[in-house]
């Protein structure tokens, strides 16, 4: 992500970054994919220069019947201009434990996506063809635990709109890379904050799929925003998640090794 954001800032005409972050700029802008960019531009250049994070996560799954199940994980982000890199280890309930997955993010190609099972103790690539498909059986897909590079979507302005209280840019996206499970997805995001408030998802046959909220945003290191609670609904078959997050760590001295197939076999 930071890779990109850096060659596109060097590209982009000096009047448009003398006023950036100046969202009466952006009203200026009539073109709507040119508005788009802008506005995603201006999302992740807000957001990098933490080089790397760790968070806890509660993670409720519930099923049409209204059943839960609980799972507790932990999530650390690494910046690379390589590509960023997750790694969410799973510490509960018992059948999950030390499960790990790592994802590497490749902008337009296929990110790789590794998972340690450790009943078999190997670890498993998951093919692109797979990564739309749930993660760790929620409501998420491979797909949105990924690092969401610039490039992988194009970006079109549809509209501003109120959104539980919160002025929005409504803004639709469209992936450009293989295998994605959705057509497309709209988001609303925070004009304040520029962070996401709300995205909806189509699947491949343009019909709606999920809705995913962000909740109880707090501010760290005096400039990044980060979201204490989202839930997800999947329409389609009445199931749902919600996952918490505490406990936010930055600059630990994360480095590429914490990120590697090896690594989540060490990991407990």
């Not at 519930?62 to 799972?71: A, F, V």
């Not at 902008?107 to 099972?117: A, Q």
Request: net charge positive; aromatic share 14%; hydrophobic share 30%.
């Amino acid at each position: 992500m930071k890779k990109w954001i850096t060659l596109l800032l060097s590209l982009a005409p000096l009047t448009l970054f003398a006023e950036s972050f100046n969202l009466d700029y952006l009203e200026k802008i009539k073109d709507p994919y040119t508005k788009g960019v802008a506005i995603i531009t201006f999302l992740y250049s807000s957001n990098f220069g933490f080089h790397d994070e760790t968070v806890d996560v509660t993670m409720i799954l519930k099923d049409r019947s209204g059943r839960q199940s609980t799972r507790y994980f932990q999530r650390k982000y690494l910046e690379d201009p390589e590509g960023d890199r997750t790694a969410n280890i799973f510490d509960r309930p018992r059948d999950v434990k030390g499960t790990g997955i790592l994802t590497i993010s490749h902008g337009v190609d296929d990110d790789d996506v590794w998972i340690y099972l450790p009943v078999v103790k190997r670890v498993k690539r998951i093919s692109s063809h797979n990564q739309s498909g749930p993660f760790m059986g929620s409501e998420f897909a491979y797909e949105e635990i990924s690092a969401w590079e610039i490039e992988k979507r194009s970006y079109k302005y549809l509209r501003d709109e109120v959104f539980n209280g919160h002025d929005c840019f409504v803004v639709e996206t469209v992936p450009l890379y293989k295998n994605s499970g959705y057509t497309k997805q709209v988001e609303w995001i925070d004009k304040t904050i520029l962070r996401p408030r709300k995205i909806v998802f189509y699947d491949r046959k343009k019909t709606l799929l999920k809705t995913l909220e962000y909740g109880n945003y707090r501010q760290y290191l005096g400039q990044y925003w980060r979201t204490h609670e989202v839930f997800i609904t999947n329409h389609q078959n009445g199931k749902s998640t919600q996952a918490l997050f505490k406990n936010y760590r930055f600059r630990t001295g994360l480095t590429r090794r914490d990120f590697t197939k090896t690594s989540l076999k060490r990991a407990r």
